[in-house]
C-alpha cells in the first residue's frame, strides 16, 4: 500500500505561480513512479506530469511543457509540481499518483494509488 497526500493548492491570478506537494507513505522501500494529474469539472481526469524514481526520466503533457516541473525528493517521500504561468484552463482538482512498477506513465489506468486531490484556481 501507498498513500498519498497531496497540499499547496490554491486561488491564483493569471499570470502567477502555485507549487504543490505530495507526501508519500507506505511501501517507501519500493522504486515507483510518481505522476500528477488534475480533472476539471465534468471532464475525465488527464494526465500532466510523471517521474521516475531516480528522477531521470520526467513526462510532460504538452499543455504544460515549459510552464510546470515535476520534480521529487526520495529522502522526504515527496513530490512537487512547480506550476508557473498559471492560466484559467489550469483550474482543476490536482491529484498525486503512484505506479509501483517505475513506468512514468502518461496512462492513467497504470496508476494504482491514488491521493484525495487538491484544488487549483486560477482566475483571470
Known amino acids: 500500500q501507498v498513500q498519498l497526500v497531496e497540499s499547496g493548492g490554491g486561488l491564483v491570478q493569471a499570470g502567477g505561480s502555485l507549487r504543490l506537494s505530495c507526501a508519500t507513505s507506505?511501501?517507501?522501500?519500493?522504486?515507483?513512479?510518481l505522476g500528477w494529474f488534475r480533472q476539471a469539472p465534468g471532464k475525465e481526469r488527464d494526465f500532466v506530469a510523471a517521474?521516475?524514481?531516480?528522477?531521470?526520466?520526467?513526462n510532460y503533457a504538452d499543455s504544460v511543457k515549459g510552464r510546470f516541473t515535476i520534480s521529487r525528493d526520495n529522502a522526504k517521500n515527496t513530490v512537487y509540481l512547480q506550476m508557473n504561468g498559471l492560466k484559467p484552463e489550469d483550474t482543476a482538482v490536482y491529484y498525486c499518483?503512484?505506479?509501483?512498477?517505475?513506468?512514468?506513465?502518461?496512462?492513467?489506468?497504470?496508476?494504482?494509488?491514488w491521493g484525495q486531490g487538491t484544488q487549483v484556481t486560477v482566475s483571470s
Open positions: 507506505g511501501r517507501t522501500f519500493s522504486r515507483y513512479a
Open positions: 517521474i521516475s524514481w531516480s528522477g531521470s526520466t520526467a
Open positions: 499518483a503512484a505506479d509501483v512498477r517505475d513506468i512514468p506513465t502518461t496512462r492513467r489506468t497504470n496508476y494504482l494509488y
